[in-house]
C-alpha cells in the first residue's frame, strides 16, 4: 500500500485505488482489499498534502455522518502510517471496529478512552473505553485529503 513514481525522473506518482469503502455511517464489512486502479497526481501536489515517503492509498467514503466534511462517494487519499501522535492530535481516520471499517473523527482522551465525532450533528458521539479500544479498535489510515463532485 504504496504510492509509486512512473519513473525516477517523472513529475506524476501513482496512488493505488483499493476496492475499499470506509462507512461514514453504521460501519460497514471489507469485502476486498485489491487495487482497482491507480490514481495519478502531480508529485509538487502531493508533497503539499502528504510527507514524503508516505504509505499511501485511495478509498471510497460511504454515508453522511461526515458531512459536510466529507460527503457520500467522496474519494479519500489516506496515510497509513499512523501513529498514536496522530491519534492524540485528533482528524479524520479510517478504522476497524469488531469487524467493521468505518470513517470518522477520533479524538483521544486522557484517561486513554477514544471519542467517535460524526462531523453531521444528527449523530451522536461515541466513547470507546480505554480498555476495549486497545482490545477491539485498529487505526487503519489517517485521512488527508478528499474530493467529489461539485455539489
Known sequence: MQTQALSSSSDVVAIARYA???????????????????????????????????????????????????????????????????LAAGGVFVFTYEGDIYLKRLSLALDGSVQVISDNQSYPMQTIPADVAEAKLEINARVIWAGGPLK
Open 20 to 86: 475499499v469503502q470506509a462507512s461514514a455511517g453504521g460501519g460497514a464489512v471489507a469485502i476486498a482489499q485489491d487495487v482497482e486502479d491507480f490514481f495519478y497526481v502531480n508529485r509538487d501536489w502531493l508533497a503539499s498534502i502528504a510527507p514524503r515517503g508516505a504509505r499511501l492509498g485511495m478509498l471510497g467514503g460511504r454515508g453522511d455522518s461526515m458531512e459536510p466534511t466529507i460527503s457520500d462517494g467522496d474519494v479519500l487519499i489516506v496515510t497509513f502510517d499512523v501513529t498514536r501522535q496522530d
